[in-house]
Nanobody, 127 residues
């Protein structure tokens, strides 16, 4: 069974940092893009960052650019999201997901093109 396991969420004060991890089982990320999305109650799920595994090109939403860094460890088959300078508006459930090959980069932050979702991990930033 293919699974994406996200971890690393928690409670942090504004200005703090967290690192999320997404491990795949039953699947290698090779050939895919991996994205991080977040969702708060009453709002649509939004993409915050993605990485194309084939060439490690990275993509960020304007809201997190300069604060978040996405990376990938091939040996561990794990994608990471380093989140620095966290703000209360970053509070959300964060999901990792795979985007299959063949889509152009403009789709990577759109939930509509996700092939597989992981379970969420809660990030709470206090003011």
């Amino acid at each position: 069974e293919v699974q994406l396991q996200a971890s690393g969420g928690g409670l942090v004060q504004a200005g703090g940092s967290l690192r999320l991890a997404c491990v795949a089982s039953g699947l290698t990320f090779d050939g895919y893009s991996v994205g991080w999305f977040r969702e708060v109650p009453g709002k649509e799920r939004e993409g915050v960052s993605a990485i194309r595994i084939s060439d490690t090109s990275t993509y960020y939403s304007d809201s997190v650019k300069g604060r978040f860094t996405i990376s990938f460890n091939n040996a561990k088959n794990t994608a990471f999201l380093q989140m620095n300078s966290l703000e209360p508006d970053d509070t959300a459930v964060y999901y990792c997901a795979t985007i299959p090959p063949g889509y152009y980069s403009g789709t990577y932050l759109s939930p509509a093109f996700v092939e597989r979702w992981g379970q969420g991990t809660q990030v709470t930033v206090s003011s």
